[in-house]
C-alpha cells in the first residue's frame, strides 16, 4: 500500500508540473540541489543582461534627445545673438551718421564766425578731431565684410615688393586686431558733441563772417580743408588792434614740408576784414629781408609782411627789417612761414604749428577729392583702396602728393584702375630706392631727378627734375623753360603716348587755392647719366616746397 501510494504522489507532483524537467530538477533533491542552483543562475543572468541592455539603449535614446535639445537651443541663441548684434549694429550706424551730421553742422557754422576764445578753438579743435574719425570708422565698417576677388589678391601681391611685402601681409593677416571699435568710436563722438552745448550758445554771440555768392561756390567746392582752429589763430592776431609796448607784431608759422603753409595764409588774407584792415600785403623772402629799408619810401600806412625764411636769419638784418616796418606804422604786422623750429623765437606771439593731419582727416580728404561728386559709399571697393593709398601718403608723403594722385584716380572710378595705381606707386618707390638710395620724397624736395616710368606705366625710360613751384617766392622757371610745352601728368598717366618728343615740362599738380601754386617740373629729352645702382652722396640742399 505504501508503495503505490509514493508512486502516485511522484507521479501527481510530475503531471502537475506538466512534465518539466525543471521542475522536477526543483523539487528533485536527488542531486542534492545541485540542479535547482545551477537553472535559477542563468535564468537571472539572462534577465540582468536584458535590463542592462534597455538601460543602455534608454541612456543612448536619453543622450540624443538631449544632444538635439542643446544643438537646437544653441543654435537658437546663436540666431539670436546675431540678430540682436545686427540689429544693435545697424542702430549703432544709425545713431553715428546722425552724430556725424549734427557735429558737421556745427564746425561749418564755427568756420563762419569769428571766433576768439582760446578754450572755444579748443573745443572746436576736439570736435574736428572725433568727427573724422566717426567718418573714418563709418565708411571702415561698411566694407569690413567685402572678400578680396582674385583680381585684388593678385594685384596686391604685385604692388608691394619684396621689401615692403612682409610688413603689409603681416598686416592684412591681422587685420582682424585692427577691425573699428565702432562702440568705441561712437561713444567718443557723443561726448564731445554732448559737451559742446555751451560752444553752441557761445558761437550764436560771434560775428558771421561775410561771404558773397562766389565765396560761398568756392567754400563748397575748392574748400580749404581742415585747419579749423589754426585759421580762427590767425586771423584772431591779424585783427587784433595793436600790440604789446607798440613792439611789432610778428608770428611764425612753423611746419614741415608741403602741409599747407602757404595755403593757409593766402585763404586768411582773403578775409574782407584783413583785406581791409591793411594798405597792402607783401611777399617776401629771406634775401629781400636785408633789403626792405632799400625801398621803404614805396611803402606806407599799414603793412602785412609775409616771409618765407629757409634757414635763420641774420640777427642785425631782422632787427633793421622790424624798425622800418614799424616806422612806417606801429601796427603793421609780419608773418613768418618756415620749416625751422628754431625760428620760432623771432615771434612776438605764440606760433601756429602745422603739422601733418591724423590718417582719419587725411583719409577723408583724400577720398573727397578722389571720389569728386560721388559718394565713396556707393563703391565700397574703390573706398577701401583709398584708404589703403592714403595710409602710405600720410605717413610717407604730402598733400601734393595726395592731391596729385587723387587728380588721376577722379578720371576713372574703375576698379581695375585704381588697383594699378596702387601697384605703380609702389612700384614708383622701390625704383627709386634701388636707384638713388632715397625715398622719392626726399629726392623731390632735394630738387634731384627721380624715375617715373612705372608710376606713367611707360615703356621708354621717364625721369623728372623737380623745380621749385610758380606762386612761390622763389620761382625758378627760366624764359626758355616757359618756351617749352606743358603737359598734365594725369593726361601722361591716362595715355603715356601723349608725351612730346624733346624737353618738355610735366604739369603734376595745379592748386584751385590761392596763391594757386603750380607745380611744374622739367623732362629732359635724354635721361641725365646717373649711375642706377648708386645711391646719392653729397651735401642735402635745401628744401622746396612750404
Partial sequence: MDAPDSVTTDQTMAAGDG??????????????????????????????????????????????????????????????????????????????????????????????RYITKSGMLAQLDMLAEAMYRGYWALGAFRYRSLQETPMEEEQVSDSYPKRFRTVHGSARKNKATCLVDLQGVLHSLEHVVSSMT???????????????????????????????????????????????????????????????????????????????????????????VSRIADHSSLLSGKVLVVVELVSDVDQEDWAKFCSTLASMDSESKVIILSRCKSLEKLGTVKPIFLNTLPYEEFSYLFKTLAFGSEDPSQHLRLARIADEMARELQSDWSLIAANLRADVMRRNLNLHFWLSMLSRMSRFVERNFSMFGEHPQLLVLRRHQIDVTDFLHSYSPLRIVPSCTTGSSRTEITEERQLLPNVRLGDLVADPGARPQGDFNVVSWESRLPPYTSFVHFVPSCTPGVAEDTPLHGRKRSAVHL
Fill in 198 to 288: 555751451e560752444f553752441v550758445v557761445l558761437l550764436g554771440g560771434c560775428d558771421r563772417m561775410l561771404r558773397r555768392p562766389y565765396d560761398a561756390y568756392l567754400y563748397n567746392d575748392n574748400i580749404m580743408f581742415g585747419r579749423h582752429a589754426e585759421k580762427q589763430k590767425l586771423l584772431n592776431f591779424l585783427l587784433q588792434h595793436g600790440s604789446p609796448g607798440g613792439a611789432l607784431a610778428v608770428l611764425p608759422v612753423i611746419g614741415g614740408p608741403a602741409v599747407g603753409k602757404r595755403t593757409l595764409v593766402a585763404h586768411v588774407c582773403k578775409n574782407e576784414r584783413v583785406s581791409s584792415q591793411f594798405s597792402s600785403i607783401l611777399h617776401l623772402n629771406g634775401d629781400s
Fill in 19 to 112: 512534465g518539466n524537467p525543471r521542475a522536477r530538477n526543483i523539487y528533485d533533491g536527488s542531486n542534492g540541489g545541485g540542479g535547482a542552483a545551477r537553472w535559477p543562475e542563468v535564468d537571472g543572468g539572462a534577465r540582468r543582461s536584458t535590463n542592462r541592455l534597455e538601460e543602455l539603449e534608454m541612456e543612448l535614446a536619453i543622450s540624443a534627445v538631449t544632444g538635439e535639445l542643446v544643438s537646437r537651443f544653441i543654435s537658437f541663441l546663436a540666431n539670436k545673438y546675431h540678430s540682436s548684434r545686427a540689429y544693435s549694429e545697424e542702430k549703432q550706424l544709425e545713431r553715428l551718421q546722425q552724430l556725424l551730421l549734427r557735429a558737421r553742422t556745427v564746425v561749418e557754422e564755427a568756420d563762419g
